[in-house]
């Protein structure tokens, strides 16, 4: 099943059009109803949404097809702000892609150049990408340019987008797909990476993980490893961008454990249940 998974994340600069890209993604995938559909749809506090910045890393798993082949594409949207940092290396631990988003009126930037580099130290394959190709003032050339000599690569390599119009998006996930690796998992030991958790006040700690092996399932007795905590797995599933429950989770996906632990654990984030 591993091989038709697909894990990454879009990375950029803030205000480059990550967020309004990702809306592309769930509308073209059908992840979202298009009545149910509204701007910056991933950022769900109003924080994010007053200001119109990611502050909080959400991962959506999302359904396509290409070439009459069915994936599971796995998007983590990342802050874009440099002062969030720590959540962006977060979610690169649980990926093996990221989409390079660059505006196509600013073109390369600061937080850019930061986020490229998290992404090269981890090993992840990286596609480039010209965002707001619609606008009158984009320099796609001079852009492409840019990004072309940053990663040493040729111009056509690197993919035309708009996120606002949904042009070129189409073409951005058939090269997810064929560019980014599917994930290498052990279909036998269970083990997942915890790379980000919630708390609900009744269902406790939630533990948002990628799993590196095996399978989980609901009623399950499981440990948190650097905390010592044992636990019992409450609920699993994935996130449709709500939670939503499945029967388990296998190798290669990225979901959520509920684990009814109400008390604070020593560790969580980087742990390994």
């Given at each position: 099943?591993?091989?038709?998974?697909?894990?990454?994340?879009?990375?950029?600069?803030?205000?480059?059009?990550?967020?309004?890209?990702?809306?592309?993604?769930?509308?073209?995938?059908g992840?979202?109803?298009?009545?149910?559909m509204?701007?910056?749809?991933?950022?769900?506090?109003?924080?994010?949404?007053?200001?119109?910045i990611?502050?909080?890393?959400?991962?959506v798993?999302?359904?396509?097809?290409?070439?009459?082949?069915?994936?599971?594409?796995?998007?983590?949207?990342?802050?874009?702000?440099?002062?969030?940092?720590?959540?962006?290396s977060?979610?690169?631990?649980?990926?093996?892609?990221?989409?390079?988003?660059?505006?196509?009126?600013?073109?390369?930037?600061?937080?850019?150049?930061?986020?490229?580099?998290?992404?090269?130290?981890?090993?992840?394959?990286?596609?480039?990408?010209v965002?707001?190709?619609?606008?009158?003032?984009?320099?796609?050339?001079?852009?492409?340019?840019?990004?072309?000599?940053l990663?040493?690569?040729?111009?056509?390599?690197?993919?035309?987008?708009?996120?606002?119009?949904?042009?070129?998006?189409?073409?951005?996930?058939?090269?997810?797909?064929?560019?980014?690796?599917?994930?290498?998992?052990?279909?036998?030991s269970?083990?997942?990476?915890?790379f980000?958790?919630?708390?609900?006040?009744?269902?406790?700690?939630?533990?948002?993980?990628?799993?590196?092996?095996?399978?989980?399932?609901?009623?399950?007795?499981?440990?948190?490893?650097?905390?010592?905590?044992?636990?019992?797995?409450?609920?699993?599933?994935?996130?449709?961008?709500?939670?939503?429950?499945?029967?388990?989770?296998?190798?290669?996906?990225?979901?959520?454990?509920?684990?009814?632990?109400?008390?604070?654990?020593?560790?969580?984030?980087?742990?390994?249940?």
């Amino acid at each position: 099943m591993s091989n038709s998974i697909r894990n990454f994340c879009i990375v950029a600069h803030i205000d480059h059009g990550k967020s309004t890209l990702a809306d592309r993604m769930l509308e073209l995938t059908g992840t979202i109803e298009k009545r149910r559909m509204r701007d910056q749809v991933l950022d769900r506090m109003e924080l994010e949404r007053e200001r119109g910045i990611t502050i909080k890393m959400t991962p959506v798993r999302m359904a396509y097809s290409s070439l009459r082949t069915a994936y599971t594409l796995n998007l983590i949207d990342t802050p874009g702000h440099i002062d969030f940092s720590y959540e962006v290396s977060r979610a690169l631990s649980a990926v093996e892609g990221v989409v390079l988003l660059v505006d196509a009126t600013q073109g390369v930037q600061a937080q850019t150049l930061s986020v490229l580099e998290l992404a090269k130290n981890a090993g992840l394959k990286i596609i480039p990408a010209v965002n707001k190709i619609d606008l009158p003032v984009a320099d796609i050339v001079g852009t492409k340019a840019e990004i072309a000599e940053l990663l040493g690569i040729e111009a056509t390599e690197i993919l035309e987008v708009s996120g606002k119009t949904g042009k070129g998006v189409s073409e951005l996930l058939d090269a997810i797909i064929s560019r980014v690796p599917p994930p290498k998992a052990n279909e036998a030991s269970l083990r997942a990476l915890v790379f980000d958790y919630a708390y609900d006040e009744h269902r406790g700690i939630i533990l948002y993980v990628r799993m590196l092996g095996g399978r989980v399932s609901k009623g399950e007795a499981l440990v948190l490893l650097g905390a010592e905590q044992g636990f019992v797995a409450q609920e699993v599933g994935f996130f449709l961008p709500e939670r939503t429950h499945s029967i388990s989770l296998e190798a290669g996906e990225i979901g959520y454990i509920m684990t009814g632990v109400k008390g604070l654990v020593r560790t969580t984030v980087g742990d390994t249940v």
